[in-house]
């Protein structure tokens, strides 16, 4: 009876150490949605205490990632960087992340370069493209700027990217100077956009203007207050037929 005793004991030991790591990785997939959810709902700070919670029980190169990714919307960026550079290996996607955490820490120059080799992995990366819009935008090279939202615009299907891209197109071109081209990129973006702010109604105005349709500059400045009505006004200089019609609404 004695033996059957400790071989009975054996087998729950046996049975209890097969079944733990089980437990443990049913435990960790809860974390994991826990973190997903409090993601999806912007509690980024309880999302980064989950998916740390998860990673002291099971490390892996995704879960840095998501913990990168929080932290990054939760504002951390230099933590966020810490958690990237742990990665053995780069991917296109850590890339993307790094060059969104330079970019927030003013790095633009590192930002470029890991942006750069992001997209010479995944090409046709929207957001990633998006990004470099933005940074060719922020020094002044506003003709590349223009282009390559084009072309993530071009590769893009999620609406509300391509509505945000098509905004920042029009201002892109707008500054390159072109201005036919900028005026057909803000009205599609109008098109697409359920809510028209103060600040549409001016910028339209003043693409509609520099691309030659002053009635139509003026059916978006005539929406706008006094305050904001006088300062175009101050920025029209000679224009006094524009400046008349708008002084009379």
């Not at 509609?208 to 101050?234: F, M, V």
Request: net charge positive; charged share 25%; aromatic share 6%.
């Amino acid at each position: 009876m004695r033996n059957k005793s400790v071989i009975l004991t054996l087998t729950a030991f046996a049975i209890a150490a097969l079944l733990l790591p089980g437990c443990a990785s049913q435990g960790n997939a809860k974390r994991i949605s826990s973190a997903d959810k409090h993601m999806s709902t912007g509690n980024y700070m309880a999302a980064v205490q989950h998916y740390k919670d998860a990673q002291a029980q099971d490390d892996s190169p995704e879960l840095s990632m998501r913990l990168a990714t929080a932290l990054i919307k939760d504002g951390r960026f230099d933590a966020a960087l810490t958690e990237l550079n742990r990665l053995d290996q780069d991917s296109a996607k850590a890339d993307y992340l790094k060059a969104t955490c330079y970019l927030s820490l003013n790095d633009v120059a590192n930002a470029k370069t890991k942006l750069e080799k992001s997209l010479r992995q995944r090409p046709d990366d929207a957001l990633a493209l998006s990004l470099l819009g933005r940074i060719h935008f922020l020094q002044q090279q506003f003709t590349q700027s223009a282009e390559t939202y084009a072309n993530a615009l071009a590769v893009s299907s999620n609406p509300v990217v391509r509505e945000k891209l098509l905004y920042n197109l029009a201002i892109a071109q707008f500054r390159a100077g072109k201005f036919t081209e900028a005026d057909q990129s803000f009205k599609q973006y109008l098109s697409k956009h359920d809510y028209v702010t103060e600040e549409d109604e001016k910028l339209g105005g003043a693409i509609a203007y520099a691309a030659g349709d002053r009635q139509r500059a003026l059916k978006h400045w005539q929406k706008l207050t006094h305050r904001e009505r006088q300062a175009i006004l101050n920025a029209l200089g000679d224009d006094h037929a524009t400046a008349q019609i708008l002084v009379k609404n």
